[in-house]
């Protein structure tokens, strides 16, 4: 069964720092690109960041360029996202995702439960 | 940049009935890459159809999608109970990923 858990959300106050991290299971690691893509309160789908499988390529949204830093751990079957200088408009459930390719599409197809960033004072 | 413009914003129907979903692209974009999530509250989204029209493994027949260029539809043929949820559209292309804003399927 593949499982993608995030966990290291929590409170920061403005200008903070916090890393999040997404552990994964069930599934050949090295072989999938993943991202992360958050949901402001009451809100819809953003993403926010994209790692290909060998780490060889990056993007980030432009939300979060300079401030964001996506990694990979393919030994240990995991991601991170280090999030620095926080604003209150990066306050979300943060997801992690596997980004697929088949039959010549791409989408999200497992996605973890989520973890919430609360930035406030 | 492309933009995905979804409506309705809300769509409130009765169980049985056939719901309509429209997401609309600022420019012409690839079928290939149009797809649609079903998240329901405290969940995190679940794929329901990619490539526009191919329905991911496990999605009911009733699901159903469509469209090309910059008008896409998803489509439900009969309101199942556990179908009320929200609805996204996604693209992906030139290094950007866009969701559209999400059509609420509603209890009427």
């Not at chain 1, 809100?43 to 994209?50: A, D, M, N, R």
């Not at chain 2, 997401?23 to 794929?47: E, F, H, I, M, T």
């Amino acid at each position: 069964e593949v499982q993608l858990v995030e966990s290291g959300g929590g409170l920061v106050q403005p200008g903070g720092s916090l890393r999040l991290s997404c552990a994964t299971s069930g599934f050949t690691f090295t072989t999938y690109s993943l991202t992360w893509v958050r949901q402001a309160p009451g809100k819809g789908l953003e993403w926010v960041s994209y790692i290909s499988s060998s780490s060889s390529t990056i993007y980030y949204a432009d939300s979060v360029k300079g401030r964001f830093t996506i990694s990979r751990d393919n030994a240990k079957n995991s991601m991170n996202l280090q999030m620095n200088s926080l604003r209150a408009e990066d306050t979300a459930v943060y997801y992690c995702a596997t980004w697929t390719r088949y039959s010549g599409s791409y989408f999200f197809d497992y996605w973890g439960q989520g973890t919430l960033v609360t930035v406030s004072s | 940049e492309i933009v995905l413009t979804q409506s309705p914003g809300t769509l409130s129907l009765s169980p049985g009935e056939r719901a309509t979903l429209s997401c609309r692209a600022s420019q012409s974009v690839s079928s290939s890459n149009l797809v649609w999530y079903q998240q329901k509250p405290g969940q995190a989204p679940r794929l329901l159809i990619y490539g526009a029209s191919s329905r991911a493994t496990g999605i009911p027949d009733r699901f159903s999608g469509s469209g090309s260029g910059t008008d896409f539809t998803l489509t439900i043929s009969r309101l199942e109970p556990e179908d009320f949820a929200v609805y996204y559209c996604q693209h992906y292309g030139n290094s950007v990923w866009t969701f559209g804003q999400g059509t609420k399927v509603e209890i009427k």
